[in-house]
């Protein structure tokens, strides 16, 4: 099996993260990640196929905003917050506290 890619902190963009995030559906599960923590993918419900699911899930960790590791049979994903918040200082917070603010309850 290979190994999962992550960029190292010095290879993400700020155009890769901003594209990322561009996405409801992957604004939504970054969110879930921020709010909850760790999850793996199945725990993520989403208006999507579950083969669409799963690209969403390879540009975030792509685009360097979610790590995910290998645990038996499941992909655990969680938020690169430190990497993310040392190269692009407050922009993660920023996104979700605006996302948080634009989703109708």
């Given at each position: 099996?290979?190994?999962?890619?992550?960029?190292?902190?010095?290879?993400?963009?700020?155009?890769?993260?901003?594209?990322?995030?561009?996405?409801?559906?992957?604004?939504?599960?970054?969110?879930?990640?921020?709010?909850?923590?760790?999850?793996?993918?199945?725990?993520?419900?989403?208006?999507?196929?579950?083969?669409?699911?799963?690209?969403?899930?390879?540009?975030?960790?792509?685009?360097g905003?979610v790590?995910?590791?290998?645990?038996?049979?499941?992909h655990?994903?969680?938020?690169?917050?430190?990497?993310?918040?040392?190269?692009?200082?407050?922009?993660?917070?920023?996104?979700?506290?605006?996302?948080?603010?634009?989703?109708?309850?």
């Amino acid at each position: 099996m290979r190994p999962i890619y992550h960029p190292d902190i010095t290879e993400i963009t700020l155009e890769g993260v901003l594209y990322a995030l561009g996405d409801s559906v992957r604004l939504a599960i970054v969110t879930r990640l921020a709010a909850e923590g760790e999850l793996c993918c199945a725990a993520i419900a989403a208006p999507v196929a579950k083969s669409t699911l799963s690209h969403h899930f390879k540009i975030l960790r792509e685009a360097g905003v979610v790590y995910c590791r290998k645990q038996g049979t499941q992909h655990l994903n969680s938020l690169r917050r430190e990497e993310l918040e040392a190269r692009f200082p407050g922009l993660l917070a920023t996104i979700l506290q605006s996302a948080k603010e634009t989703t109708p309850s």
